[in-house]
């Protein structure tokens, strides 16, 4: 079967092709590097042909609402209509739990594909998942050394791979709507995770808690990241992955975009 991957280059991305490669099948690249602009549409009815399943893990380096809903509207959109002229049975994307209970930017553009991708032609499946263990050094990143400026967030980290695993057998099966809520196996503070990272990483860097403003900062601080149901829960806890990292530093810095915020 050829699965196409929108974002195939990104962190999650890339482990969707592998976990397709191994499961047999026969994954499609859809990304600048490979030809393609998920945006624009060039070179993308090419990359389609005999395509059977789209995963779509595309991602925006962004915190702006204005930006984010602009480009997953635009993806989302040229993505479901290139599928309907492939012939395309199943579009499967990546989205984030508590999207519609925290109200930053970012979340205003998973809304909006979420929504495009529903009242597209294609048979679907959104998957929502928690944040994964690289959230917390993404960011760590936004703010350069000495300081570590980390919000009050309550989250359930979950292993990149895991969730590639799990989209694999989304996109395998039949297509289902809005899948169980995907997480991983520990509630955290992302305050906390960020200390462990710091010290683990022997960084010498003044660690600033804040709480955001307003009724964002409050879903953020209590349970609107988290799951609201039962679901899929993942194995590796952020100490298991901030062991793995140690043992291999280069593997966590490569291909970093597409992580959920």
Known sequence: MRVAVAGGTGLVGRLVVEE????GQEPVVLARSRGVDLVSGAGLDAAMTGVDVVVDVSNVTTMSGKKAVSFFDSVGRTLLAAGERA????HVALSIVGIDRVGHGYYQGKLRQESVVKGGPTPWTVLRATQFHEFVEQTLDLVPSPLAVVPRMRTQPVAAREVAQHLVRLALAPAQGMAPELAGPRVEQLVDLARRLLRATHQRRLLVPVRLPGATGAAM???????TGPGPRGRQTFDEWLAHRRRNPSASREGESGGAV
């Not at 397709?20 to 499961?23: F, M």
């Not at 012939?87 to 199943?90: M, Q």
């Open 87 to 90: 012939g395309v049975r199943h």
């Open 20 to 23: 397709l490669a191994a499961a």
């Open 221 to 227: 601080a209590g349970d609107g990241q988290l799951p």
